[in-house]
Structure formats: C-alpha cells, structure tokens
C-alpha cells in the first residue's frame, strides 16, 4: 500500500486513449474458456488483479492458461477433466471470482476451499450460497455459509426456478454457470435486468440458452466448445475520463473501443440528461459485446434524479457520478442504490465521506446519496478504504482542487485499471 500526493496545477485534458479491457467479460472469458474442452484465446484481456486471481483460480485447477499481455490462451481439459485443488483457491478482492466460482465448482465431483482478501470476507456470500445449496449444492462457512472461507463439497445438482430478491448479475451467473451442470432446465427472472455478459458469452460457446423478458432459461448437460473472445474496453474504466472530460476545464478526450452494452451503459444515458457532451461514433456490434468511440469535452451540468431500473446499469459509477454531481448546478439525487453498501467496501458511506473532506455538499441516505452543486473542491488528505473506485474517483477530483490530494493507498487501482495513472499522463495538457 503506498500513498502518492496527486498535484494539478489548472490541467486541461486532451487526446485518444483506449482503456483497457472489460473487467467482467475478461472473467468470464477465462471461466467458459476453462469450462470448454479445448483451447480458447482470448484478446483484449483485462490483466487487472482481479482477472489475474481468477487465471490463479482455474490454474489450481488444472487448467493449461497462458497470459501475454492482453492475450490469453486457455487451454482446457473441459470441466469434467478438472482436477481437485491441492491448495486452496484464492480470489484476492475479486467478487465476480468469489461468487461465479461458487456455481461452477458446486456441480464438479472434488473438494474445494475458496477464500479472498478482508474485503471478501466481509462481502455476503448467502445472497449466492442459498440458490446454490437449493440446487443441491454442499457448501459450508462461517454463519452457516454466509462468509468466506468457504469449502464446498462437489455434488449432482438440479435445476431451479429462482426469482432474484436483488438485482445482481454475480447471483444470476452463479446460478446460470451451476445451472450448465444441472439435470433438467434452470430458470433465473430478473425484475431489474443486470449486466448480461453470462448470458452472451454462454451463447458465444454454443450454449443454448433463451433470454426472453427478463426470464433467461438454460438446459443443463450442454457441453460449451472452445472459441475466441474479443475483450471491449470497459465503459466502468472508461466512466472515470468520461467525467473528467466534462468537469475539467477546456478538455476533449477520446475514448476508443468502448463497451456499450445497454445493460452497463447507464452511465452515457446520465450524463447526457445532466447535459454532458457527449459523442457515441463508430459503432460497432462485435461477435457478441457492441462497442463505439465516445468523445467527451467540457460542459456546463445540471443535477437530476438517478433511481429504479437504471441503478443496476451504472452501479459501479456512483462514486464517479458522485463526483461530477458535485460540479452540476442543482440537486441531484440517487436511490434505491443500497447494494452500495456490500460493493468492495461500503461506498455511500466512502463516497460521501471522502467528498464531503473535499468540501462538497453531499448527504448520505439509506439507499443512496443527495448533492447539490456546484461547488469548488479543496484538496486534502483522502482514504480509499482499499477500493479502487473511490481511489480512481479521488483521483479524478484532484483534478478540480487548487490544492494537492493525497490519497493513501494508490496501489488499489490495480484491480480494474492497472494503467490508470499512464493514462491520465497521456491526457493531461
Ligand atoms: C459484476 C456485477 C456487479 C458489479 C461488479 C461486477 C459482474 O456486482 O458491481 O463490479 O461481473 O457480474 P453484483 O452482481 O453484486 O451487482
């Protein structure tokens, strides 16, 4: 963990850069790929620490996985050729790991130990664990399965009708990825729709798998076959220039090859009503992800009202939305965002203590946070709490500070955006 004091004398951003690859989609492409017999590659990988503890996952398990760079080549003897973990398996801060792996590894015929980072054993794994365990799964940990470690005994499993009490596209995954060994059909309803990567990807290996009106249905016993996957850029990485460009004065800055899923680009949609100026070109639908360059300069925003069936469409980019409420003239208020609190630390609590340090005016409320702005920031010393979404927010803020931010753990952007700071060089003007 090392601090480093960010200082900005009146920047302006401009230029092209490319961010890096989808943090989600580059873990699931790892998974269906150790899943499938044969070899997979795949280009644009995300080599953040969270996508690199899901590689050291499917390696304890036997399987062949290669990494240069960006490109990753699995090479698996298909899920039944697995072999049980002599250690135990270690996902460091990575939820989507944690919870994903749960549903794959509940349906094989080994024994097997998941545990993460201190962030892990906080985060509810019960949300998982109970689908799970009505599937037929045997898992056990603290608080009758609620926590990690958790060890699970390898089981045949069946399928089930499960209506989601919360709209998380972990869960859903889980499901749908035990559901793949399952006898019979599982059926997963969604009231708000989630990222839907799974569900994409699953198809891209030749799954059968039908998403009808928020009902998705998988038969399971349906072998996957080996392909190639094309990572797009991750709009949530994405999300932290695109605010930067609309709050730092004079910038334009071009963002290239990024994923505009509509189920993650919730984001482009909140901008836009605050009036950002915002540009969506070269649009590009891709094997199974669209993609699009966006371009972003400096604008005057207004604040609005962020609540229902969006939340889970930019969930992620609260803190960093957060940010530039603080910078648009007027209230804006965001609801019905509790899962924020259980995310890689409790962010309304962080967002809006960190904010407030730098002087905005924001309250937290249960389900999420009320700003009014505009107000001028002043820099001082800030906690990221080990998240790299509230380091990489502070970050940003420290753009619009007449005076240097210090943030204590600089390190933590390595999870989802290991050149975030090489980029923001490539910017600064
Ligand atoms: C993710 C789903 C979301 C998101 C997380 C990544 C995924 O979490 O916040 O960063 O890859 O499926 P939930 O499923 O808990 O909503």
Request: proline share 5%; hydrophobic share 40%; net charge negative.
């Amino acid at each position: 963990m090392s601090s480093k004091v960010l200082v900005y004398n009146k920047p302006r951003l401009e230029g092209i850069i490319t961010v890096p690859g989808d943090k989600s989609i580059s873990h699931r492409a790892v998974m269906l790929g150790a899943i499938a017999k044969g070899t997979t590659t795949v280009t644009g990988f995300l080599p953040g620490e969270d996508c690199l503890s899901t590689i050291d996952c499917f390696q304890k398990l036997g399987v062949d996985i290669q990494v240069d760079g960006t490109n990753v080549k699995i090479s698996s003897p298909g899920i039944e050729g697995w072999q049980e973990p002599k250690e135990v398996l270690y996902t460091g801060n990575s939820g989507t790991t944690t919870r994903l792996l749960l549903g794959i590894l509940s349906g094989t015929d080994f024994f097997s130990v998941i545990t993460g980072d201190a962030s892990i054993g906080k985060r509810p794994m019960g949300r998982v664990t109970k689908p799970l365990k009505q599937m037929g799964a045997q898992i056990f940990g603290r608080e009758g399965g609620q926590y990690t470690p958790l060890a699970i005994v390898g089981s045949r499993l069946k399928a089930i009708d499960y209506t989601m009490p919360v709209a998380s596209a972990q869960v859903k995954s889980a499901i749908l990825l035990a559901g793949l060994q399952a006898e019979g059909t599982t059926v997963v309803r969604e009231k708000e729709i989630s990222r839907d990567h799974t569900e994409r990807m699953l198809k891209q290996f030749g799954a059968n798998i039908d998403v009808k009106d928020g009902v998705i249905s998988l038969e399971g016993g349906q072998q996957l076959h080996a392909t190639h996957v094309d990572v797009p850029g991750d709009i949530s990485s994405a999300a932290f220039f695109l605010v930067a460009g609309s709050i730092v004065p004079n910038s334009e800055v071009v963002l290239k090859n990024v994923g505009i899923n509509p189920t993650r680009a919730g984001i482009i949609e909140v901008m836009q009503q605050m009036g950002a100026d915002i540009t969506i070109h070269q649009e590009n639908e891709g094997a199974s992800e669209p993609t699009a360059t966006i371009t972003v300069r400096t604008s005057q925003l207004k604040g609005t009202t962020i609540e229902g069936e969006i939340i889970p469409r930019l969930i992620d980019e609260i803190p960093i939305i957060a940010l530039l409420a603080t910078q648009a003239e007027g209230t804006t208020v965001i609801r019905d965002a509790e899962e924020l609190k259980v995310k890689e630390t409790d962010r309304i609590a962080a967002v809006v203590a960190e904010l407030k340090k730098l002087g905005a005016d924001i309250t937290p409320t249960d389900d999420g946070m009320i700003i009014n702005g505009p107000t001028p920031l002043e820099g001082t010393s800030l906690c990221t709490y080990g998240d790299h979404r509230i380091g990489m927010m502070a970050a940003i803020a420290s753009l619009i500070t007449d005076s240097p931010v210090e943030i204590d753990d600089a390190d933590c952007i390595a999870v989802s955006y290991p050149t975030f700071f090489e980029h923001l060089d490539l910017l600064l003007k």
